[in-house]
């Protein structure tokens, strides 16, 4: 069945440095890629999202990469900071059907 | 205000009960999702729904139920809930009539089971 794996599990920065997720999915019909945000205690909350006819997307110190022909998705956060601390989960959407979230990364940012 | 309402937030309750958590939305989306996650892990699909009187199950559903007769509301049901439904309960909802969007998360509801 359809599958999103996400790497690495667990990812610890220095205050300052560049943090990078990767996904990797199966469902070559996928086309809408999502990024959730969920800090400890809360809800999961959008941080940004690229749909399959762009590349790339950028958002102040987040972007994210996309390539179809891979089928492999990048979340990049530059100029870490402790309040980015959080587990990110990455997911795809195929046509509206069911979504499908990657089982998370654990982003510590050491000050 | 546009939201995603769950209740109740924390839940204690003994083998074998039936309990039933809330789930409403004021944003008037057409699909809705039932998570299950230990905190910090995994989001495990329970069930989802296109619509009214549509459901689906997902990937961890075989324990419960759930009904959409109405847009705002998706309650989720344990029928006898067990030491092993201990676990944090996230309702979500998304608009997928213009394609594909984001994912709008509840609070969640805390179960244990003791």
């Known amino acids: 069945g359809e599958n999103v794996e996400q790497h690495p599990s667990t990812l610890s920065v220095q205050e300052g440095d560049s943090a990078v997720i990767k996904c990797t999915y199966s469902?070559?019909?996928?086309?809408?890629f999502p990024w959730y945000k969920q800090e400890l205690g809360k809800r999961p909350q959008l941080i940004i999202d690229i749909r399959s006819n762009v590349g790339e997307k950028k958002d102040q110190r987040i972007a994210v990469t996309l390539n179809k022909t891979a089928k492999h998705f990048s979340l990049h956060i530059t100029e870490t900071q402790p309040e980015d601390s959080a587990v990110y989960f990455c997911a795809t959407h195929t046509g509206g059907f069911k979504t499908i979230f990657g089982a998370g990364t654990r982003l510590f940012v050491k000050a | 205000e546009a939201d995603i309402y769950q209740t109740p937030r924390y839940l204690v309750i003994g083998t074998g009960k039936k309990i039933t958590l809330e789930c409403s939305q004021t944003?008037?989306?057409?699909?809705m999702y039932w998570y299950q996650q230990d905190p910090g892990m995994e989001l495990h699909l329970i069930h989802y729904s296109y619509g009214v009187n549509s459901t689906e199950k997902g990937d961890l559903s075989s324990e419960s139920t759930v009904s959409r007769i109405r847009t705002e509301h998706f309650p989720l049901t344990l029928e006898s809930a067990r030491p092993s439904h201990t676990s944090q309960y996230l309702c979500?909802?998304?608009?997928?009539?213009?394609?594909?969007?984001?994912?709008?998360f509840g609070q969640g509801t805390r179960l244990t089971v003791v």
């Open positions: 469902d070559s019909a996928s086309n809408y």
């Open positions: 944003m008037g989306h057409d699909k």
């Open positions: 979500a909802s998304s608009e997928t009539s213009t394609g594909d969007t984001e994912a709008f």
